[in-house]
T-cell receptor, first 112, second 114 residues
């Protein structure tokens, strides 16, 4: 079993839809959780990060962490064509020197 | 603020040849990372530098890959000899002093090994 599992999709939605992206993980020691957005032929850019369990909201984006289920989610409200990208979840045991473990990424297309 | 710079952007080589990638991190960032991203996969950390010292190289195939960060600024990643399975995008990232939530990635070098 891989440490981080993420459905690669692809996922195609109409503009304005609510998008739900998810990852599961097996290492219960993970405490730091991140979502990266990667446009085609670009490097990943950090979208949101959370520490431990709970929700975090930033504009149209909401990140959720459920440590009891080892499950994290990213919700995108009022999705836009500019949100079309690959979304990668990443996590680490501790901040700083501990390496990030990434999921495979989910390719999202928002159709106008 | 200029971002992380990488060159070349694309490279095509034959198997068993050698290749080198260059990275210039964001000015003042002490920590530098090299990741390998195979098509359809997430990035995998190859090596992490703090200034010019190695913090983690546990996933670097040391029989063929090497990396250095002279003077704690620019870094070079080398593969010698290359194998078909090394075809991937090599991403460089930097962060200010191992701050986990502030890793900034460069555009990557896309390597194709024929």
């Amino acid at each position: 079993q891989k440490e981080v599992e993420q459905d690669p999709g692809p996922l195609s939605v109409p503009e304005g839809a609510i998008v739900s992206l998810n990852c599961t993980y097996s290492n219960s020691a993970f405490q730091y959780f991140m979502w990266y957005r990667q446009y085609s032929r670009k490097g990943p850019e950090l979208l949101m990060y959370t520490y431990s369990s709970g929700n975090k909201e930033d504009g149209r984006f909401t990140a959720q962490v459920d440590k009891s289920s080892k499950y994290i989610s990213l919700f995108i409200r009022d999705s836009q064509p500019s949100d079309s990208a690959t979304y990668l979840c990443a996590m680490s045991v501790q901040g700083g020197s501990e390496k990030l473990v990434f999921g495979k990424g989910t390719k999202l297309t928002v159709n106008p | 603020e200029a971002g992380v710079a990488q060159s070349p952007r694309y490279k095509i080589i034959e198997k068993r040849q050698s290749v080198a990638f260059w990275c210039n991190p964001i000015s003042g960032h002490a920590t530098l990372y090299w990741y390998q991203q195979i098509l359809g996969q997430g990035p995998k950390l190859l090596i992490q530098f703090q200034n010019n010292g190695v913090v983690d190289d546990s996933q670097l195939p040391k029989d063929r890959f090497s990396a250095e960060r002279l003077k704690g600024v620019d870094s070079t990643l080398k593969i010698q000899p290359a194998k078909l399975e090394d075809s991937a995008v090599y991403l460089c990232a930097s962060s200010p002093d191992m701050v986990w939530n502030e890793q900034f990635f460069g555009p990557g070098t896309r390597l194709t090994v024929l």
